[in-house]
């Protein structure tokens, strides 16, 4: 790069190129619907802490371990943050204790209308037989 003498200065002659990380990939359809589906169980900080504790674990020797920074861990047991998938599964392997589950997923289809009420359907075939057919 040429530069005038005033901004040479800012800078010096020797230059190593660095290439860019590429953007983290989006994930996929199938990761993004089973993290949407897992819940933390009741109590989950709880378990993390009495598990920790059963082992002998003191916070910063478990966060070491599962690659996460001691307040975040401590804000698991407090259970102000929920953690996601992948360091659940960490905390499963070391703890052995599950901290999420499988929401159950609620069924949205609709029911048949109970006896007696009208649909909108039942409604539109009244109207269709009131009407005369305008074509004969």
Known sequence: MTVCEQCSRFGSEEWTYRPVASPPRPPRRDEVESAESLTP?????????????????????????????TSTLKRFEREELVPDQAVAQKIRRILKV????????????ASPPAKGNPTIG?????KEKKEPDATH
């Open 122 to 126: 039942d409604l539109m075939k009244l």
């Open 41 to 69: 169980v009741e109590g989950y900080g709880r378990r993390i802490r009495e598990a920790r504790e059963k082992l002998g674990l003191d916070p910063e020797k478990l966060g070491r371990a599962i690659g996460e920074k």
């Open 98 to 109: 599950d901290i999420l589950t499988r929401e159950s997923i609620k069924d949205t289809t």
